[in-house]
């Protein structure tokens, strides 16, 4: 971050300031953390310059190199670095190109996992009551389901795809979001400041929106960086049973899913589009941990 | 106690109620209609049909229509498979072992490296061997654990050629379940090559499933044994001159365990859904790849009731882990 970027901000704003460096002086204490940040950028810009990075198109088909191994084994060569799959596509290409959905998912999932997370942990805390009561109820429903086994039934329900695959997913997310930003409103709610606003004159919405949820914001973050990594993997099991993207969408689970097949015959196949996950997800949940040790104060040893 | 037990009870009431309605809810919210879904692919002749209508309920209100499958769910009439014929609880009857008995071993395997390697990593916090621990606990805890299955199928079973791919045990076996556990029944028969058949089946697939458990159950032991090493209780145990081993086996590791007792019972959830993907991979017969074939099948009166049985079964056991719970810490109990 460049000090011209800061400068505004600082006049304007010393304590933004201050909490920002707080904030990453201890998230940069946690080597894991800054690691798993540093993939998850390689990641993004992987997935954001696919078509340039990527030496073919996902779907072209070589039908002269099937199941062609990577370029260090015999019978491998440069022109397919990893490898091509059973029906000759280049598996590097796919696998950049796959980033992209991994990272949609991700965020698709989590934002709309955040937003009905956020509404209804906002209202069942802040009004209470048989609001509470029932918001609550039904959160307790969804969780009394494995989770995996809930999004198969919705999808089911939706028809397989990636885009019903990622509203079944952030459905089975989301009450966690909702259990966390309920108990954090409720803590909040009596505070001196929050009573103050309300003296003040404050509404319903502003007391809930603009008083008490901006102070509810860090556990949310580091939920939300862990749901980021589960919606990943969920979406990845979907898409390995046949219900989440179909083929011949390059999705990393997808892929392990048509290489079941061949897993005695070409190692390749199956193990990189796993290894991509497992790094992916591996990342994010090091940026999730180093978040909750730079969030929490609890945790701080000063 | 009694009290607490039946306070308990009474909280389950609604999501009992809202699992039952969730089950009847699927069967209906199926695109297309309820009984042609449920026929699947060959669909069904007219006059058949209005039978089926009459005998399913459907003609009647949506309430009546619920009553009446609560009614057929209390008395234990789950539906009967179409793919099989057969009634569904007799069907998860015989496959509900095979998924126990991989959960168990699953679990085990989980606890007895998890547990000891949590202890040691607290003890020795800082270490080499707590941060290649942690590091490692946090690679199992983000496995894509269908691609694990599929890489130690590659490794043990197709390099080394030790373990069979998938099944429960070797074909050749065959001999009338009487706990439904493979690797129990052929002790009591007495059959030692084919407790070893099954024995090498169950290797892998538990190893799998036991994996995000493990590093779970290995990260909570580790916190929760930090916080109790640094205790008073313990540093007091230290001051009157007790051993090291003695003030951490005793003193300490009895209290880490309470919240270890309860991470273990909240990873049932995991296990069942974890069982979905690890038996689709070793062809394990147990509920979970029941649940998936009968998706693809189209078999939604299994989808339905598996879905409530199962629903029912984490239900039960997080029922036994709360009062447990409470046994273990009357804490709990008083508030």
């Given amino acids: 971050m460049s000090q011209t970027e800061i400068a505004p901000m600082a006049a304007g704003n010393p304590d933004r ?135 198969l039934v919705l999808v089911t329900i939706l028809g397989p795809g990636l885009f019903n695959a990622m509203l079944a997913i952030a459905l089975v997310l989301q009450p966690h979001f909702a259990r966390l930003v309920r108990a954090a409103v409720m803590a909040e709610k009596s505070r001196e400041y929050v009573v103050a606003a309300k003296v003040a004159g404050a509404g319903h919405l502003r007391l809930m929106l603009a008083t008490i949820l901006p102070n509810c914001l860090a556990p949310l973050i580091v939920q939300g960086t862990l749901s980021f990594s589960n919606a990943i993997l969920e979406a990845a099991a979907l898409g390995f049973l046949g219900l989440g993207a179909q083929p011949p969408t390059p999705e990393w689970g997808t892929m392990l899913a048509s290489a079941r097949e061949f897993i005695l015959r070409a190692w390749w196949v199956v193990t990189f589009p796993g290894l991509a996950i497992l790094i992916t997800v591996l990342a994010i949940n090091l940026v999730g941990d180093g978040l909750r040790d730079a969030l929490d104060p609890k945790l701080r040893r000063s | 106690m009694l009290r607490y037990l039946l306070n308990k009870i009474a909280l389950l009431i609604p999501t009992l109620v809202g699992i039952t309605i969730c089950a009847f809810a699927f069967v209906r919210l199926l695109p297309g209609d309820p009984i042609l879904a449920m026929a699947g692919e060959h ?56 998924t126990l008995e991989l959960s168990f071993f699953a679990m085990v395997f989980a606890m007895l490296l998890g547990i000891p390697a949590g202890i040691v990593a607290a003890v020795k916090r800082g270490s080499w061997f707590d941060q290649s621990l942690m590091g490692t606990a946090l690679v199992g805890y983000s496995m894509p654990i269908f691609w694990w299955g599929l890489l130690l199928i590659i490794f043990f079973s197709g390099y080394l050629g030790w373990t069979p791919v998938s099944g429960r045990i070797g074909l050749q076996f065959f001999f009338k379940p009487i706990t439904g556990f493979m690797t129990i029944d052929t002790l009591i028969y007495g059959k030692w090559d084919a407790f070893r058949s099954a024995l090498s089946h169950l290797v892998l697939p538990a190893i799998v499933l036991g994996t995000i458990p493990l590093a779970v159950i290995a ?107 409470a046994v273990i810490n009357p804490r709990i109990r008083a508030a």
Avoid: C
């Fill in chain 2, 219 to 325: 990260r909570q032991t580790r916190s929760a044994m930090l916080e109790v090493l640094g205790e008073d209780y313990v540093r007091t145990a230290r001051a009157k001159g007790l051993s090291g081993a003695r003030v951490i086996g005793v003193h300490a590791l009895r209290n880490a365990l309470i919240p270890v007792v309860t991470t273990i019972g909240l990873q049932v959830g995991t296990l069942l859904a974890g069982a979905i993907l690890t038996e689709t991979i070793f062809a394990w017969p147990g509920i979970g790849k029941w649940m998936v074939d009968s998706i693809f099948k189209r078999d939604y009166v299994v989808v339905q009731s598996g879905l409530l049985l199962i629903a029912l079964i984490v239900m039960a056991v997080n029922l036994i882990v709360d009062v447990l719970y």
């Fill in chain 1, 17 to 151: 300031l201050t909490g920002l460096k707080t904030f990453w002086h201890y998230f940069s204490v946690n080597r894991g953390a800054v690691i798993g940040l540093f993939v998850f950028i390689l990641l993004v810009l992987a997935a954001l310059f696919a078509p340039l990075l990527a030496p073919y198109a996902p779907d072209v088909q070589d039908k002269t190199a099937f199941l062609r191994p990577p370029a260090w084994q015999a019978g491998g060569s440069t022109q397919y670095l990893l490898g091509t799959d059973p029906v000759g596509r280049d598996i590097l290409s796919r696998l950049l190109y796959g980033a992209r959905f991994s990272l949609l998912i991700g965020a698709v999932v989590v934002t709309l996992a955040l937003t009905g997370g956020i509404t209804l942990g906002l209202l069942a805390g802040y009004f209470r009551g048989w609001v509470d009561v029932a918001i609550m109820r039904v959160m307790d429903l969804i969780l009394a389901f494995p989770s995996l086994l809930l999004a």
């Fill in chain 2, 43 to 98: 669909g069904v002749a007219p006059a058949r049909y209005e039978e089926l209508k009459q005998q399913f309920g459907y003609n009647l209100p949506i309430w009546e229509q619920y009553a009446r499958y609560v009614g057929e769910v209390a008395t234990g009439d789950f539906g009967v498979s179409i793919s099989s014929k057969r009634p569904v609880l007799e069907e998860f009857k015989t496959l509900f072992p095979a």
